[in-house]
C-alpha cells in the first residue's frame, strides 16, 4: 500500500505551507516548544520537519520531509543539520533507530485510512525503550468546529482517544500530556498546560513502551545508537 508522503507538494495546500513560518511565531505553537524540549534525548527524529522549528531544538536531530523546498529552507535557517528527503510512510531507517522520535501535527495530513501504516512506521523506527511524541488537533477544539468546511482527508482533525487507543495496541504506553491554545489558535489563552484538555486547539502525548517503574525522567544523554542511514535532499 503506497501512502501519500505527509509533506508532499499539492496545490490544495499552498496556502497552509506558504504561511507555516509566520503561524509557527503564533504563541500557541512557540508555547510548545519548551515542554517538547524537556522530552528529548539521544538521537531524534523530527517527522515531516517542514522548515525545522521542531528540529532545532536539539543538536542530534534528523530532519525527514518529502519536500526538498522545506529541508533548504530549515538549512537555511541553521534549524535543520541533517536533512533527509524521503517518504514518511517508508523511512529510510534501521529499525530502532531513533531515541526520540516527533510526530508533531503529522497525522492530521494523512489520508485516514492511511494512519494505521503510519502509526506502525513510527513504532518500527522508535528504539524500544525510546520516546515517541505525538501532537494532533483534537475534534473538539474549537478551531476545529471554525474550520470545519476546510477538513478534507488531507487536513483533518484526530481524535487524542483514537491515538493513544490504537498506539497501546502497539505496545505503547501514554505518560505525559501537554496541552497548547485552550481557546484555539487565536492569541486568547495560548498557554501551554501541562495536562490534557479536550478541548484545546493541540494536544501531544509522550509515549513510552518501558514497562511501569522504570525510569522514564525528562533528561538525559541517552544511547549512543547507530547512526541513520541518512538519504540526500
Same mark, same amino acid.
Given at each position: 500500500?503506497?501512502?501519500?508522503?505527509?509533506?508532499?507538494?499539492?496545490?490544495?495546500?499552498?496556502?497552509?505551507?506558504?504561511?507555516?513560518?509566520?503561524?509557527?511565531?503564533?504563541?500557541?505553537?512557540?508555547?510548545?516548544?519548551?515542554?517538547?524540549?524537556?522530552?528529548?534525548?539521544?538521537?531524534?527524529?523530527?517527522?515531516?520537519?517542514?522548515?525545522?522549528?521542531?528540529?532545532?531544538?536539539?543538536?542530534?536531530?534528523?530532519?525527514?520531509?518529502?519536500?526538498?523546498?522545506?529541508?533548504?529552507?530549515?538549512?537555511?535557517?541553521?534549524?535543520?543539520?541533517?536533512?533527509?528527503?524521503?517518504?514518511?510512510?517508508?523511512?529510510?531507517?534501521?529499525?530502532?533507530?531513533?531515541?526520540?522520535?516527533?510526530?508533531?501535527?503529522?497525522?492530521?495530513?494523512?489520508?485516514?485510512?492511511?494512519?494505521?501504516?503510519? @502509526?506502525?512506521?513510527?513504532?518500527?523506527?522508535?528504539?524500544?525503550?525510546?520516546? @515517541? @511524541?505525538?501532537?494532533?488537533?483534537?475534534?473538539?477544539?474549537?478551531?476545529?468546529?471554525?474550520?470545519?468546511?476546510?477538513?478534507?482527508?488531507?487536513?483533518?482533525?484526530?481524535?487524542?482517544?483514537?491515538?493513544?487507543?490504537?498506539?497501546?495496541?502497539?505496545?505503547?504506553?501514554?505518560?505525559?500530556?501537554?496541552?497548547?491554545?485552550?481557546?484555539?489558535?487565536?492569541?486568547?489563552?495560548?498557554?501551554?498546560?501541562?495536562?490534557?484538555?479536550?478541548?484545546?486547539?493541540?494536544?501531544?502525548?509522550?509515549?513510552?513502551?518501558?514497562?511501569?517503574?522504570?525510569?522514564?525522567?525528562?533528561?538525559?544523554?541517552?544511547?549512543?545508537?547507530?547512526?541513520?542511514?541518512?538519504?540526500?535532499?
Amino acid at each position: 500500500m503506497k501512502l501519500t508522503p505527509t509533506g508532499e507538494y499539492r496545490p490544495s495546500l499552498l496556502p497552509l505551507y506558504a504561511t507555516y513560518e509566520s503561524t509557527a511565531q503564533l504563541p500557541v505553537y512557540t508555547g510548545q516548544l519548551e515542554p517538547i524540549r524537556t522530552w528529548l534525548r539521544g538521537l531524534v527524529l523530527d517527522v515531516a520537519c517542514n522548515f525545522g522549528r521542531l528540529s532545532a531544538l536539539s543538536p542530534a536531530t534528523v530532519s525527514i520531509d518529502a519536500e526538498r523546498a522545506f529541508l533548504l529552507r530549515g538549512v537555511e535557517l541553521g534549524k535543520i543539520r541533517r536533512p533527509v528527503r524521503a517518504s514518511v510512510a517508508s523511512m529510510p531507517f534501521r529499525s530502532g533507530t531513533f531515541d526520540t522520535v516527533l510526530a508533531i501535527g503529522v497525522i492530521e495530513h494523512l489520508p485516514r485510512m492511511h494512519a494505521p501504516a503510519f @502509526l506502525d512506521e513510527l513504532t518500527r523506527v522508535t528504539n524500544p525503550d525510546g520516546r @515517541l @511524541l505525538v501532537c494532533v488537533m483534537p475534534k473538539l477544539c474549537l478551531f476545529s468546529w471554525y474550520h470545519i468546511r476546510a477538513w478534507d482527508e488531507d487536513h483533518h482533525p484526530y481524535s487524542p482517544f483514537q491515538l493513544r487507543s490504537e498506539l497501546r495496541a502497539r505496545g505503547w504506553r501514554p505518560i505525559a500530556s501537554f496541552s497548547s491554545g485552550l481557546l484555539g489558535t487565536r492569541r486568547a489563552l495560548p498557554r501551554t498546560v501541562s495536562s490534557y484538555v479536550p478541548w484545546a486547539a493541540l494536544v501531544s502525548h509522550v509515549f513510552t513502551r518501558r514497562r511501569r517503574g522504570e525510569n522514564t525522567g525528562h533528561r538525559g544523554k541517552g544511547r549512543q545508537g547507530p547512526q541513520p542511514d541518512l538519504g540526500r535532499v
